[in-house]
């Protein structure tokens, strides 16, 4: 009987020894995860252009004697650099940045790849730079629709959740600030969060935090 016990409390032992290595191993997976979110703005581009809302009527420059400029033409539209970001969407109100967060459609912790905004069914969206459309799906299975733009300096922008706009197609070239679609049906793997945008930039191949080119979150 004492040798059957003896047996009973080494398995028992054992058998926490081994709950504890595997709580270890997973609390150092989540650190090792979470010190990598932090450090993967390094790999971005270091610089930080700035933004125009797609509804913003004020013209930069001049003053508010002199309106337009030197030239004070009121049709005269100042130049912006080529790298000036727009917003994807007017009134943007953002839901969900880029970080490590709680996904209420999948149920679980996982890394948000993209920045949501908050929008209704039937919202235009909008171009952030002049590029090139590189992809447009109007049939995901899971109803993940998206449209994705190649910029110049190996950069792209995805808008996804949308319904393209009729006639847009692989090829076409835009402008910053361009309808390419408007705002659909809540559905896919963010279909809990409802109607929105979710928007995601790459630099090189690699997925970026959209707010350090669009600058909206406050520090």
Aim: proline share 4%.
């Amino acid at each position: 009987m004492k040798e059957q016990n003896k047996k009973s409390k080494k398995k028992i032992l054992l058998y926490y020894l081994i709950l504890a290595a595997c709580l270890l191993v997973i609390a150092a997976v989540t650190v090792t995860l979470i010190f990598t979110v932090g450090k993967r703005n390094d790999n971005v581009l270091d610089n930080n252009p700035g933004i125009n809302n797609p509804d913003d009527g004020n013209k930069p420059g001049g003053d508010d004697n002199n309106p337009g400029g030197d030239d004070n033409k009121p049709d005269d539209k100042p130049t912006v650099g080529d790298n000036e970001f727009g917003l994807p969407i007017a009134n943007a109100t953002v839901t969900t940045s880029y970080e490590f967060s709680y996904d209420t459609t999948l149920d679980r912790y996982c890394v948000h790849q993209g920045m949501d905004f908050q929008a209704k069914a039937g919202d235009e969206v909008c171009a952030v730079l002049a590029g090139t459309v590189t992809k447009v799906v109007t049939d995901h299975i899971l109803g993940e629709n998206y449209v994705t733009i190649t910029h110049a300096n190996n950069m792209t922008t995805t808008y996804k959740y949308i319904t393209a706009k009729e006639g847009l197609k692989e090829g076409d070239t835009v402008k910053r600030g361009d309808v390419i679609g408007t705002i659909a049906a809540a559905s896919g793997m963010e279909m809990k969060q409802g109607e929105h945008l979710h928007f995601e930039i790459t630099v090189n191949g690699k997925l970026a935090d959209p707010n350090i080119y669009l600058d909206i979150i406050e520090k």
